[in-house]
């Protein structure tokens, strides 16, 4: 198992940018395909992006796809969310999310059973 900690969270204006980062204590990490997700207020949590054990296989959702990009180094244990033309939706508590198989789709929250603790994101108009 792996512990993870996100990081970058903050405040940015429409059209801005920032950079998530989620750091996993532990050995395993290169076997964990991994997921970002997002929980807006007053909303249920929903899915982001994800990416495979080695980086070479990634989907989005269609609210952020060509926006935001994923992307892992193994070698650093640490996985990133490069957000890029950020809108006022995009504001939420940002969740980094491991799991070693992939018994559901890539986008359902109960695939994944490591969290972190989350990283606020909001954008101003």
């Known amino acids: 198992q792996v512990q993870l900690v996100e990081s970058g969270g903050g405040l940015a204006q429409a059209g801005g940018s920032l950079r998530l980062s989620c750091t996993a204590s532990g050995r395993t990490f290169s076997r964990h395909f991994m997921g970002w997700f997002r929980q807006p207020p007053g909303k249920e949590r929903e899915f982001v992006a994800f990416?495979?054990?080695?980086?070479?296989?990634?989907s989005y959702s269609d609210s952020v796809k060509g926006r935001f990009t994923i992307s892992r180094d193994n070698t650093k244990n640490t996985m990133s969310l490069q957000m890029n033309n950020l809108k006022p939706e995009d504001k939420a508590i940002y969740y980094c999310?491991?799991?070693?198989?992939?018994?559901?789709?890539?986008?359902?929250?109960?695939?994944?059973?490591?969290w972190g603790q989350g990283t606020q994101v909001t954008v101003s108009s």
């Open positions: 999310a491991a799991s070693q198989t992939l018994g559901r789709q890539v986008t359902d929250r109960f695939t994944y059973d490591t």
């Open positions: 990416i495979s054990w080695s980086g070479g296989s990634t």
